[in-house]
């Protein structure tokens, strides 16, 4: 093969894998961190592809929003004129009732309220007066640092921990947020008396263990400090709790107090249909298994507000700052939640929450449950409650987590900014900051204006929060270091009003790995074509118009493509081909590799092209598979077939049958007339040589059928096979003469699987694997022990079993097994009238049609006429090899 040809197909290679690559990298970036496998490489990649997608941000320039928001910034010019931060809520409360009177659509906190104002009593009931009097204008914070990954199940625990530990002032009747998720019989139920129970029984322990650490005989003893101590560790114990709910560790489902733990479940369950018959081991398993993860993230421990403002607020959001594996805040999530229970549970972002203020809009979180439980998000849109009937306005485009990507205006205020000591004066104007263009310098620049209060703030969303260096509310983004977090949810609430939002390529997941093999193997073939210079000044020519298209549809199309693996493809397969264009010495090997892999299997080639000594005579001790198939009756065949169609029928079966072994990670051993004997586990190392042994025989049998009919339409003759396989210790490695080599496997573990095939003859069964093979496979597929055998040679017996099915059997098949079960148990134990029943119920259930049942049917009836003797072990002993 030329060089050219080679170089083309290593383009080839390098673009199939990371076609290969990136299909399952869009799987794992889009599917919701909760639900993620853990895979450093995937991670790692997702890190790189963030990063470099952070350059795109840079080079954008900034974009001016005319969305009505602005933040009132306690910065550090605040702080100076008026004092260190926290402020006194009596000056909240005139700072907010002032923009109110001016006309703001809201007002929403990036700051949370939660210890009482100890040294101005009444300053509480300042700020709370101000929240009563208008409840449908300000939004109160609140956050949570315990991000929760419990069991599926253990939400029903969650959700009740949350509203016993404030949820049900957080979150209240929200009609601007609403939940359609598919809920069944358990999620119906009323859990609150079971976990009410159960949450007394654990703060009291809670309460007498810091009671007796402290030496105190009462709560009222404790001191302010040691009661908000007290109350930490209480709701601390409960999510603590849920975690190990309905598992191994759960306090309440051990020891005496069982009997009465059922019970309460049973008094739960009680006007459930469903339920109440079920065991109480059964309610508990049927409880486990009927929840899936859910995508959105899960909190637990949030922080309220104290009760006084807390009571009179109608909403409440969360100012979590969701962070990128990196450490990188990207996107922002609309929606958290504790537990899923609808109306109680689930907590808007800041940005989202407010939005929805200047409506009033609502907006609709539609959950999606597939067939098998699980949980996905399948919309979020928002609609105009103002018009009737409502009517839809956006659809925005979520991920699987429920968040937005963030569309960046440019670098810290690049939106309204006003600071706050600005609202504490009696001038009608108001002085308001922007980031924007020097034209000149071509540098931004700070431009201050002063606006007219009321009409400045007249219909626009507020929010405030702390953007003082010493405050340490700062976050790294793409665009800079220490953005201030309340800017975040600045921008993402603009995003919302501007309805434009940065979005991936829908159908990326699909069409990139086409890209990546189709665009990969084009290019492969011009540098393959191309001598070194021109291959570098097109490498340059494709990088540059890559990087050009993909700016374009950021800045012009807000389309952000997972660009880091087209970049990474085009640079190793150019790297590649170079490389093997200059090291000559790769062409002899791939020649090499191309005339042996038309003899043996290519796996068998990679490992002696590894090392000049694999080509010397020799094997070594490995624990494989060994699989041999024959064809039933072949010798007959042979016999009406003249040459030419014999080799022709030869040739039609073996060549799909040796496609499933190599499919299946196997070696071609050889072909002998027209059986095939082939090992699993060797050249290359393979944990699974069983199962892939056991799945290869399977599909082989898959295949046969489907050969059967199609010799039955070219009146070829109907062909059988038999299938054998043993796992055990083996010797494999290039045996023969110096003259002729072969890669091959022996030993007694060999000579087994090759005389379990044969005794498939004996049974009317087409695959039987050894007890030794059943070890490694049980939990996988499904096989039933047919006997115990002791095969010529050999004086220790060895239990057989019929490979029935990948998985588990169902139906009819799953009740002929469990009759042949008892049946076979029944025979072991010397009773052979209920066994022979057995055996006639199974064969009765595929009418007639089961060699095995009929076999024991026979045998049952020889041992009645004629019972065994004292000693007999049930062995039978195989006269042939």
């Keep these: 093969m030329k060089t050219e040809k080679i170089s083309i197909l290593i383009g080839i290679i390098i673009s199939a894998f990371f076609a290969w690559f990136s299909s399952y990298y869009f799987n794992y970036s889009r599917t919701p961190a909760i639900q993620r496998p853990y895979s450093p490489l995937l991670e790692s990649t997702e890190v790189l592809d963030l990063r470099m997608n952070d350059f795109k941000y840079k080079m954008r320039p900034s974009v001016q929003s005319q969305a009505p928001v602005a933040l009132i910034a306690i910065d550090d010019a605040s702080v100076r004129e008026i004092g260190r931060w926290p402020w006194s809520r009596e000056m909240i409360a005139e700072m907010t009732g002032k923009v109110l009177q001016h006309g703001a659509k809201s007002v929403s906190f990036d700051v949370i309220f939660a210890e009482p104002e100890a040294a101005n009593p009444t300053a509480d009931s300042a700020l709370a007066k101000v929240i009563e009097a208008n409840p449908d204008k300000v939004v109160l914070g609140t956050f949570s640092e315990n991000l929760i990954d419990f069991q599926p199940h253990q939400d029903l625990c969650v959700a009740e921990a949350f509203l016993a530990t404030g949820g049900e002032q957080l979150v209240k009747i929200n009609p601007s947020f609403s939940i359609d998720e598919e809920t069944h019989a358990i999620d119906d139920l009323n859990w609150a008396p079971l976990f009410k129970t159960f949450f007394d029984s654990i703060q009291e322990r809670e309460e007498e263990d810091l009671l007796k650490s402290l030496g105190k005989s009462s709560r009222e003893e404790l001191s302010t400090f040691q009661k908000n101590n007290l109350k930490a560790r209480q709701s601390l114990a409960l999510f603590d709790y849920c975690k190990s709910w309905l598992t191994k560790e759960d306090v309440f489902l051990k020891g005496e107090n069982r009997a009465q733990v059922a019970l309460l479940y049973a008094q739960v369950t009680k006007d459930s249909a469903a339920l109440k018959n079920l065991s109480f081991d059964n309610l508990l398993a049927r409880i486990r298994s009927s929840y899936k993860t859910h995508p959105i993230p899960q909190y637990g421990e949030w922080t309220p507000n104290i009760p006084e403002l807390q009571t009179p607020a109608t909403y409440t959001a969360s100012f979590i700052a969701q962070l990128d594996s990196d450490g990188y805040v990207r996107r922002y999530p609309l929606f958290f939640r504790s537990g899923h229970k609808l109306g109680t549970s689930f907590i808007p972002s800041m940005a989202l929450q407010s939005f929805l203020l200047s409506g009033p809009y609502r907006a609709e979180l539609k959950m999606n449950t597939g067939k098998k439980g699980e949980k996905s998000l399948e919309s979020f849109n928002i609609y105009d409650t103002s018009k009737d009937p409502e009517v839809k306005i956006a659809s925005y485009p979520v991920d699987g987590s429920g968040q937005l990507l963030i569309n960046f205006y440019g670098r810290q205020m690049s939106l309204p900014y006003v600071s706050a000591k600005e609202l504490f004066n009696d001038s009608p104007t108001v002085k308001v900051t922007t980031s924007v263009l020097n034209q000149q310098s071509k540098q931004l620049v700070y431009e201050t204006k002063e606006y007219d209060k009321k009409e400045f703030f007249k219909d626009r969303s507020l929010i405030v929060g702390a953007t003082a260096v010493g405050l340490y509310d700062l976050r790294n983004t793409p665009l800079e270091a220490n953005y201030p977090g309340p800017e975040l949810h600045l921008t993402m609430l603009a995003n919302l009003f501007d309805k434009n939002f940065l ?158 072994v190599f499919k299946n990670q196997g070696t071609l051993d050889k072909y002998m007339g027209d059986a095939i004997m082939a090992f699993f586990g060797a050249p290359v190392k393979d944990s699974q040589h069983a199962a892939h042994a056991c799945r290869c025989a399977l599909q082989s049998l898959v295949k046969l059928k489907e050969l059967q009919k199609e010799f039955s339409d070219k009146g070829l003759p109907y062909i059988d096979i038999g299938i054998g396989i043993n796992t055990g210790e083996m010797s494999v490695g290039n045996m023969g003469s110096n003259i002729v080599q072969n890669y091959t496997v022996m030993g007694d573990s060999v000579n087994l699987a090759s005389r379990l095939e044969g005794i498939n003859k004996e049974y009317g069964t087409r695959i039987v694997i050894s007890e030794f093979t059943y070890n490694d496979i049980q939990e996988e597929f499904t096989a039933r022990e047919i006997d115990r055998v002791r095969v010529k040679g050999k004086l220790e017996p060895v239990r057989i079993f019929e490979l029935v099915c990948e998985g588990t059997s169902s139906g009819k098949e799953a009740e002929m097994l469990a009759l042949f079960q008892q049946g076979y148990e029944t025979y072991h134990a010397r009773k052979f009238t209920e066994a022979q029943k057995l055996f006639k119920a199974g064969l009765d259930l595929y009418q007639g049609q089961e060699p095995v049942c009929e076999l024991y049917i026979e045998r049952c009836q020889d041992y009645i006429d004629s019972p065994p003797p004292e000693g007999w072990d049930g062995v039978y002993v195989m006269k042939t090899k």
């Design 503 to 660: 979005k991936p390529w829908n159908a990326e997941s699909t069409l990139m790995p086409w890209i990546l093999l189709i665009g990969g193997t084009l290019l492969a073939t011009a540098w393959a074509l191309m001598g070194p210079l021109a291959s570098i000044a097109g490498f340059m020519l494709v990088f540059a118009l890559m990087a050009a298209l993909d700016l374009w549809l950021f800045m012009s199309k807000q389309i952000l493509l997972h660009s880091f693996l087209i970049y990474i493809s085009a640079l190793t397969g150019f790297i590649a081909i170079q490389l093997f264009k200059y090291f000559t010495e790769e062409k002899k090997k791939k020649e090499l590799k191309s005339t042996f892999s038309k003899y043996v299997s290519p796996a068998v080639v990679d490992e002696l092209l590894k090392d000049a000594a694999n080509l010397k005579l020799g094997g070594r001790r490995e624990r494989m598979t060994a699989f041999f198939s024959d064809v039933r009756g072949f010798t007959t065949i042979s016999e009406k077939l003249p040459p030419e169609e014999l080799s022709r029928v030869l040739n039609l079966y073996l060549t799909p049958m040796t496609d499933i």
